[in-house]
Nanobody, 121 residues
Framework: QVQLVESGGGLVQDGGSLRLSCAASGTISNIRRMGWYRQAPGKQRELVAVWVDGGSSVYGASVKGRFTITISRDNAKSTVYLQMNSLKPEDTAVYYC?????????????WGKGTTVTVSS
């Protein structure tokens, strides 16, 4: 069973930086996408950034140019990182790691428990 362990959230001032990490346990094949979504209080969950199999990345409009997603993969572990620069109070949210993988039957989504990012003004 795939498990995702997130780390790196915290409190930072307006304009500061944070780096989130998400490690996927086990040897996982057929990763299609891996990345980050966020949910602020009273709002829907939204895309932040995802790495797509093949090497491309997709970013939410509000974080383009400020956030960078990278991925590290070896035989035993896949880890995705989110470098967040020039943080704004509106970036305050719970950030969730997501892994989408293909199987013979269907594509399966796995979610982490979330890590909280708070940006103070």
């Amino acid at each position: 069973q795939v498990q995702l362990v997130e780390s790196g959230g915290g409190l930072v001032q307006d304009g500061g930086s944070l780096r989130l990490s998400c490690a996927a346990s086990g040897t996982i094949s057929n990763i299609r996408r891996m990345g980050w979504y966020r949910q602020a209080p009273g709002k829907q969950r939204e895309l932040v950034a995802v790495w797509v199999d093949g090497g491309s990345s997709v970013y939410g409009a509000s974080v383009k140019g400020r956030f960078t997603i990278t991925i590290s993969r070896d035989n035993a572990k896949s880890t995705v990182y989110l470098q967040m620069n020039s943080l704004k109070p509106e970036d305050t949210a719970v950030y969730y790691c997501n892994l989408n993988r293909g199987t013979a039957i269907a594509n399966i989504d796995t979610w982490g428990k979330g890590t909280t990012v708070t940006v103070s003004s």
